[in-house]
C-alpha cells in the first residue's frame, strides 16, 4: 500500500481501478502525440525511490516497444504491467507478442475486443508465484500463455515448475 505505480494519462479507467484497491497512489505519465504510446522521457522523469511499477498500455494494436526499454524498466526496479486489451494478436517487431516482455500483462475479453466472452479477461504472469496469488478467491482456472501461440491445459499448469515458466519466457 501506498507504493507509486506510473500510469499512462490516456487509457480505460478499469487499467487503474485494481491499482487503487490495492492502495497504490498513481503517478501519470505523459503520452506520446503522434501514436498515443508511452513516452519514455515522461516515464523516467517521474521514477522515484518509492516507484514499484510502470503500466505500459498499447492502444489500436499499436505495440510500445517493451523489447526495447525492457532493461532500462528492469535497471530501474521496475515491475512492468502490460495494458494489452487492445492488442491481443499483436507483435513487436521483434516477433514477440503483446504482453511477451511484460512482468503482468492484461487481455481484455469485453464486447468489443479481438476475441470476447461479453466480458472478463485474461492475466498473464511471468511467474508461478504470481499465477496462484492472482487466481486465489477467484474461480477462474490459472492460465500461463506460452507466448508462441499456445494456452496451457489446467491439467498441464498445474504440473509446471517455475523452470517451466522461465521456458516459456524466454
Known sequence: AGDEVLVPVLTCT????????????????DINKDDL??????ILSKVTMKTKAVVIVNLGGIQ?????HYKDFKLLGLTIIEDCCQSLGSYYNSGNHSGYHADFAAFSFQAIKAITTGDGGMLVCK????????????????????????VVSKTDYDNLSQEDFDKFNK
Not at 15 to 29: E, W
Open 37 to 42: 504510446l508511452p513516452n519514455m522521457q515522461s
Open 14 to 29: 478499469a487499467t487503474n481501478h485494481p491499482l487503487l484497491a490495492m492502495g497504490c497512489k498513481l503517478i501519470f505519465y
Open 127 to 150: 511467474n508461478k508465484k504470481d499465477a496462484e496469488h492472482f487466481s486465489e478467491g477467484y474461480r477462474i482456472i490459472p492460465a500461463v500463455l506460452n507466448m508462441t501461440n499456445h
Open 64 to 68: 510500445f516497444p517493451t523489447n526495447i
